[in-house]
């Protein structure tokens, strides 16, 4: 099976821009997660989808909001870019019931 | 009570040595305890990963020890090689709506194992 992918992999934005990752899961995989990535806070967990609704949230602002389709891929969007945003944006998959999370290779972020 | 305290931040071993990595919890909902191994430019690898009511779990030269009434527990890598040096987390989750889908992570040890 392939592995969980995320798109872009690399992305520079400028303050106040917006911007938007994808994230496919592994096959038959229906639950996502996002976490954020930093040098200073570590790995923090951003929100969970399933089935296409948000099961879960972190304690994030609400600059940060995502979706998942049908399909079970899902976007993490982010709004009015600050420097503090730039991180390693990183998404898991787990099938359902199971707790065991797979990660992508992330989306590096850097606001400018 | 959501934090996973890791430590030490960083650990330097010889090669053929026993680098061991201890994390602590205060959440007692808490019932899956994984731990993730990551490279430069990679996302986290899944390693290994226990529940409260197994005492130990080995998978290759990865063991996990588990003390559930000082609710710690520990990745040890037996014969360590240059190749693991990465950076290594543990992770804790619990099951029920407060916690689908969601680990919270420890800080992060970054292992440096020399030839």
């Known amino acids: 099976k392939a592995g969980v992918t995320q798109t872009p992999r690399y992305l520079i934005k400028t303050r106040g821009q917006q911007v938007t990752l994808s994230c496919s899961p592994i096959s038959g995989h229906r639950s996502v997660s996002w976490y954020q990535q930093t040098p200073g806070q570590g790995l923090q967990f951003l929100f969970e989808?399933?089935?296409?609704?948000?099961?879960n949230k972190g304690n994030f602002p609400g600059r940060f909001s995502g979706r998942q389709f049908s399909n079970s891929r899902s976007e993490m969007n982010v709004s009015t870019l600050e420097l503090g945003d730039s991180a390693l944006y990183l998404c898991?998959?787990?099938?359902?019931?199971?707790?065991?999370?797979?990660f992508g290779p992330g989306t590096r972020l850097l606001v400018l | 009570q959501q934090q996973v305290k890791q430590s030490p931040q960083s650990l330097i071993v010889q090669k053929g040595g026993i680098p061991i990595i201890n994390c602590a919890y205060e959440?007692?909902?808490?019932?899956?305890f994984p731990w993730y191994q990551q490279f430069p430019g990679k996302g986290p690898a899944l390693l290994i990963a226990?529940?409260?009511?197994?005492s130990e779990k080995k998978e290759g030269r990865f063991t996990i020890s588990f003390n559930k009434s000082a609710k710690q527990f520990s990745l040890h890598i037996m014969d360590s090689q240059p190749g693991d040096s990465a950076t290594y987390f543990c992770a804790a989750s619990g099951e029920g709506s407060s916690n689908t889908g969601k680990l919270i992570f420890g800080q992060g040890t970054t292992l440096q194992v020399k030839p």
């Open positions: 898991a998959s787990s099938s359902t019931g199971i707790q065991t999370q797979y």
């Open positions: 989808y399933f089935s296409e609704t948000q099961r």
């Open positions: 226990i529940r409260p009511d197994v």
């Open positions: 959440n007692t909902a808490f019932d899956y």
